[in-house]
Nanobody, 124 residues
Framework: QLQASGGGLVQAGGSLRLSCAFS????????IGWFRQAPGLEREFVAA????????YYADSVKGRFFISRDNNRNTVYLQMDSLKPEDTAVYYC???????????????????WGQGTLVTVSS
């Protein structure tokens, strides 16, 4: 089970931190990703973190502005979003894949579990 939170309204240039709390599985077996979906557009990859937290991956559009991290002791993954732009406005979803593979998924189809989404609105 995944629970995303932390969305809200922020001005361009501001910051938000999203949280994804997960339960029901061994944290070290879960790869976690963040995706977003703007109105009228398909859900797109934002960031992902490996099971151990040692590897992170980002979409080109957010590199250098967004940072993903995890705390397996708290069963939580974070997405720190800085220098936000109006085009970052979307519903943000966290997703999880239970795996023993070293591969960290970066496409929607690879993830098994999805949270309910949290809305981020960036005003200009």
């Amino acid at each position: 089970q995944l629970q995303a939170s932390g969305g809200g309204l922020v001005q361009a240039g501001g910051s938000l931190r999203l949280s994804c709390a997960f339960s029901g599985r061994t944290p070290s077996r879960l790869s976690i990703g963040w995706f977003r979906q703007a109105p009228g557009l398909e859900r797109e990859f934002v960031a992902a973190i490996s099971r151990s937290g040692g590897s992170t991956y980002y979409a080109d559009s957010v590199k250098g502005r967004f940072f993903i991290s995890r705390d397996n002791n708290r069963n939580t993954v974070y997405l720190q979003m800085d220098s936000l732009k109006p085009e970052d406005t979307a519903v943000y979803y966290c997703a999880a894949k239970y795996t023993i593979s070293s591969h960290t998924p970066r496409t929607r189809d690879e993830y098994n579990y999805w949270g309910q989404g949290t809305l981020v609105t960036v005003s200009s």
